[in-house]
């Protein structure tokens, strides 16, 4: 399907690994022009170089998003390298486990790592996208809704990320730009692993968790969250704005007989 996004110019934070790799490739299929920010280099330019190489367009910027300086400097050489900006997908992001025992300088980090860079990122970027009737797709998570324990910080950057969906959405209506957020669950990334790795029995409660997964007891690919994510910034979502969207085989919401069965 043609989504209309042919040489729209898109920003994907965090575009190098993970779900945010996986929404670059997808947008790149679509002949959008897509600029990736990240702190790593080497990920970064291999997809640079990769995508060049086919006669794409994608551009590797190297920044460290808790500085609000490369939030800037990321939406600057955008301008320089395409000119506009068409699409914010805010993607970085890390669930660092910053607990109520942690103290404030680390909660605060954590807003930092997580929330703080979503609002620098659109806040650059801003202008170009009321220019452009543009969007931004905000990734949150599920640990929002749920809670996970131990990870004050990453549940209270997702939370205000939900909230800041909405906010923006209401905000900039009026300049037909549309503000929607994407909620993934379980999807198997550098991040998830790491995180699971934590775990006393990683094996284990994997197993445990895919299976609780309705949707084909399996975890959601990087693909199907990049699916979303590519809709929503195409004119084939045109009257969609201030919305949250689960894309989590059912985990988040379904009654729990669902998964009791198994
Ligand atoms: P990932 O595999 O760790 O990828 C995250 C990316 O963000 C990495 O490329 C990392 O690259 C970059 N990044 C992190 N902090 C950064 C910073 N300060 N500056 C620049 N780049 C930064 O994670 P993922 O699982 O794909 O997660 C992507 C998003 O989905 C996150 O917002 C996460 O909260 C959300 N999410 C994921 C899951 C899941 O199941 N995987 C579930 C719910 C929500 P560098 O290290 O190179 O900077």
Redesign the pocket.
Known sequence: MDLGLRDKVVIV????????EGIVRSFLAEDAKVVI????TA??EHLEAEHTEQGKNCYFVQ????RVE?CRDAVEKTLEKYGRIDVLVN?????DGVGLDAGTDAFLGSLQ??LV?YYAMAHYAICELKKNKGSIIN?????ADTGQGNTSG?AAS?GGINALTREWAVDLVEYGVRVNAV??????????E?WIQTLDHPDETLNQIRSLIPLEARMTT?EEIADMVVFLASPRSSHTTGQIIYVDGGYTHFDRKCTSRR
Do not use: M
């Not at 920044?63 to 808790?66: I, N, P, S, Y």
């Not at 993607?91 to 669930?95: E, I, L, M, S």
């Not at 993934?184 to 550098?190: F, L, N």
């Open positions: 934070t965090g575009g190098s690994k993970g779900i945010g920010v990240n702190r790593s990920e970064g920044g460290d998003l808790t490369a993607n970085a992001g890390v669930n790592r997580n860079h990734i949150t998570s599920k640990v990453y997702k909620v993934p669950a379980e999807v198997w990334t550098p991040l998830y790491k990087k």
